[in-house]
């Protein structure tokens, strides 16, 4: 009798992927696949075999329980639509949240007890959070990380300063580049703000780069500190560079 095409190309499909099926699981996925087309079949086989080797399977030999496992999980995956499963509703108190810990730099598991109802620290601690997952982005950036010793192409670097280090700068102020956030804590008058300090800023010689600048942004702003007015003269401000998914 000619082997059946179906079985053989389950088979082969499998093994191409370091797996071997049981007898009753191939018998199973051809039941399932009997009356599909040759792409059909190809789709389906590839998401199950996807499904699978997100299970920790014990061995690389497939049984019929973790196929209908994986076969119901991709059933799961092409809802109708009209099933009653619209969407899944995740507790955002049992969302694992993560903070940049800037000693050990870090992201660490934060254990503390949230609550609806947030109070002035909580605030607080957002926009110091905030400060710090953007901070730790911007220091991978190519432009501010530390230069290499040895190495001469490196002038192009810039290294970031906190309000604190400008403030307490000794001598002539170089220009330097501050990360900090945008706000006015006087009615007219801008600042920069960081965990450290604050900064009241002069913008009248500025240069904004391309973006969207409000208050409470977080802002690489680029001058000069003048210890006779006690101002920092901004010569350009721009955004934080943007980091792609596949470093973070």
Known sequence: MAPDPLRSRIVKTFKL???????????????LLRESDTSEVEEALSRIIDVLSNLNLPSPVVDRTALESAVSECNDDVEPENSDKMFNVIDVFDAPCYKYNAERKKLLLDTETKSLFGSGKDKTRVMKDRYWMVMQRAQRHDLFTAPVPGFSSQSNKFQLQTVEQVLGQQGDHKHTIVLAMLVQIEEGKYYLEDPSAHMLLDLTAAKFHVGMFTEFTFVLAEGQYDDSKSVFRVTGVGLPPTEPASIT
């Open 17 to 31: 992927h370091g797996l071997s099926l049981r007898s009753e699981g191939s018998t199973y996925l051809q039941s």
